[in-house]
């Protein structure tokens, strides 16, 4: 059974920073793209950042210049490093892995929260 298993969440005042980590297998980390999402309540949830097996990367229009993402291939792990975050980046974070041959094929973490609030 595939388990991505995500800690780092919390609370944070704006302008302060988190980081995400999201841990799994040895084959699906080398094999799949790994990606972040978030749902912030009553919202739908929207995708926040994308790395590829290969280390190519995309973002979120509205993340893009503060949040990073990267692959520790030592550790299986995949993080999320967010700056200058903002009360609107509040909702549950979650780490997905998806296959590149079949979209179809994927897994979830058990969500993290991330609170911006002073």
């Known amino acids: 059974q595939v388990q991505l298993v995500e800690s780092g969440g919390g609370l944070v005042q704006p302008g302060g920073s988190l980081r995400l980590s999201c841990a799994t297998s040895e084959s699906i980390f080398r094999l799949y793209e790994m990606l972040w999402y978030r749902q912030a309540p009553g919202k739908q949830r929207e995708l926040v950042a994308v790395?590829?097996?290969?280390?190519?990367?995309n973002y979120a229009a509205s993340v893009k210049g503060r949040f990073t993402i990267s692959r520790d291939t030592a550790r299986n792990t995949v993080y999320l490093q967010m700056n200058s975050l903002k009360p609107e980046d509040t909702a549950v974070y979650y780490c997905n892995a998806e296959s590149p041959w079949d979209r179809s094929t994927n897994y979830w973490g058990q969500g993290t929260q991330v609170t911006v609030s002073s």
């Open positions: 790395i590829t097996s290969a280390g190519v990367t």
